[in-house]
T-cell receptor
C-alpha cells in the first residue's frame, strides 16, 4: 500500500530552537517529495525534492531527500512563533506508470513554538 | 491569498440539497485536483483532472460529482450528502500531472462545508 509517514506527530519547542521533522515513504513510481506548511487554510508550498542529497534552502528552512532510504527531513533553525503550524510531507507518484499521477500526504507534524 | 480561487468560502447545506463548489485558476495549469480535509487530518485525494479529463477517482461516493468545463475551472457537484461529509474541501492545480513533469500543487483556501 502506498503510504507517507511523518514523525513526530507533534512537537513543542521554544523560540530559537532548531527542529528536524521526518518523513518516510513507500510508493510505486516515485516522482517527487514535497513539503507544505498549513496554518488555518490552504497548505502553502515550501519545497519540492526530486534528487537525492541535494539540499534545498529557503531562509531558516532546509530540506533534503534520500531516495535510497526513502526518507526526507525538514530542518527549521532559530525557530520563531510564526513557524507554529502543521508541516505536511507529500509524495507525488504514479500508481500505474504513464497514467495519472497523484499526491498523497503524511499525517503531518504539528509544531508549536513557544516564546 | 493564493492563485487558486475557491467559492464559496463557507457552505451549509441540508442532506436533501444540491450545491456546487467552484475552483478557478489562471496560471495555465493543466492538472486540477479535489481534496477533502477533516479536522486534524491531512488532505485526502478525491479526484484528479488532467487536460480536462478525469484521470483519477479515489473511489469517491457518487454523491460527489466532479466536472471540469475548461482548463481554468473545476467544479464539485454535491447531492444527498451526509453529515460525515462535513469537511474542508480543497482545490489544487499544477502545471502538469504526467510522467515527464515535476511541478508542485498549489492549493486554494478551501470551502468549509457543513452538512446538517
Amino acid at each position: 500500500e502506498d503510504k507517507v509517514v511523518q514523525s513526530p506527530l507533534s512537537l513543542v519547542v521554544h523560540e530559537g530552537d532548531t527542529v528536524t521533522l521526518n518523513c518516510s515513504y513507500e510508493v510505486t513510481n516515485f516522482r517527487s517529495l514535497l513539503w507544505y506548511k498549513q496554518e488555518k487554510k490552504a497548505p502553502t508550498f515550501l519545497f519540492m525534492l526530486t534528487s537525492s542529497g541535494i539540499e534545498k534552502k529557503s531562509g531558516r528552512l532546509s530540506s533534503i531527500l534520500d531516495k535510497k532510504e526513502l526518507f526526507s527531513i525538514l530542518n527549521i533553525t532559530a525557530t520563531q512563533t510564526g513557524d507554529s503550524a502543521i508541516y505536511l510531507c507529500a509524495v507525488f507518484f504514479f500508481p500505474i506508470y504513464n497514467q495519472g499521477g497523484k499526491l498523497i500526504f503524511g499525517q503531518g507534524t504539528e509544531l508549536s513554538v513557544k516564546p | 491569498d493564493t492563485e487558486v480561487t475557491q467559492t464559496p468560502k463557507h457552505l451549509v447545506m441540508g442532506m436533501t440539497n444540491k450545491k456546487s463548489l467552484k475552483c478557478e485558476q489562471h496560471m495555465g495549469h493543466r492538472a486540477m485536483y479535489w481534496y477533502k480535509q477533516k479536522a486534524k487530518k491531512p488532505p485526502e485525494l478525491m479526484f484528479v483532472y488532467s487536460y480536462e479529463k478525469l484521470s483519477i477517482n479515489e473511489s469517491v461516493p457518487s454523491r460527489f460529482s466532479p466536472e471540469c468545463p475548461n482548463s481554468s475551472l473545476l467544479n464539485l457537484h454535491l447531492h444527498a450528502l451526509q453529515p460525515e461529509d462535513s469537511a474542508l474541501y480543497l482545490c489544487a492545480s499544477s502545471q502538469e500531472s504526467g510522467v515527464g513533469y515535476n511541478s508542485p500543487l498549489h492549493f486554494g483556501n478551501g470551502t468549509r462545508l457543513t452538512v446538517t
